[in-house]
């Protein structure tokens, strides 16, 4: 089955630094999902995008749902420590509240 | 509410042996799902119940059934298991409309040997 991209699937930072993953679809989305996802954890939610354009923020990180419904991307602002982990979108298939997830970005982050 | 819990939390099988893996939600949700999770490959739908009393195919379903037992428990089988069934599984469940996040289990770890 096609599987939403997400690039990169890994990014080592130091912290502080900034970070950014993608998600890109080859159809346009309804609405798409965030979740993380700690070493050894579960997916835990972290946000839903509806809107063309719309932009959500939670603290350090910026959430972006593109023009066009076919890309969104997470930003963190001056990583921490506590964001290691990955970092899955995932797009709303329309059927059952059934999502399909990205392939996920690694993150981690040293001192 | 304990939310999603699955048991066992680890398992390791033979090639060909069955079991049964257990999931349940004290949520009221009306959604549930299966999914593995490999590395490099993100989740993976297996199975998913939209409602109780309907099951349906997701995107890796050979090699496995489930049941919806009630509202709260959705289980799933591995009949004769293979190596290539070694995984992390985790069970999920949604409500079906507004934001519909999926609240996660803790996961199982699956070896087969």
């Known amino acids: 089955g096609q599987q939403v991209m997400q690039i990169p699937q890994y990014q080592h930072v130091q912290e502080g630094e900034d970070f950014t993953t993608y998600c890109n679809s080859s159809?346009?989305?309804?609405?798409i999902q965030w979740y993380k996802q700690r070493p050894g954890g579960h997916p835990v939610f972290l946000i839903q995008?509806?809107?063309?354009?719309e932009v959500k923020k939670q603290k350090r990180l910026t959430f972006q749902f593109g023009e066009a419904k076919k890309n969104s991307s997470l930003h963190i602002t001056a990583t921490q420590t506590t964001d290691v982990g990955t970092y899955f979108c995932?797009?709303?298939?329309?059927?059952?509240?059934?999502?399909?997830f990205g392939t996920g970005t690694r993150l981690q982050v040293t001192l | 509410n304990a939310g999603v819990t699955q048991t066992p939390k680890f398992q390791v099988l033979k090639t060909g042996q069955s079991m049964t893996l257990q999931c349940a939600q004290d949520?009221?949700?009306?959604?549930m799902y299966w999914y593995r999770q490999d590395p490099g490959m993100g989740l993976r739908l297996i199975y998913y119940?939209?409602?109780?009393?309907?099951?349906d195919k997701g995107e890796v379903p050979n090699g496995y059934n489930v049941s919806r037992l009630n509202k709260r428990e959705f289980s799933l089988r591995l009949e004769s298991a293979a190596p290539s069934q070694t995984s992390v599984y985790f069970c999920?469940?949604?409500?079906?409309?507004?934001?519909?996040?999926?609240?996660f289990g803790p996961g199982t770890r699956l070896t087969v040997t």
């Open positions: 159809t346009t989305l309804s609405n």
């Open positions: 999920a469940s949604s409500v079906q409309r507004g934001v519909y996040e999926q609240y």
């Open positions: 995008l509806v809107k063309s354009g």
């Open positions: 119940s939209a409602s109780e009393g309907t099951t």
């Open positions: 995932a797009e709303d298939t329309g059927t059952a509240s059934k999502l399909t």
């Open positions: 949520m009221n949700h009306n959604s």
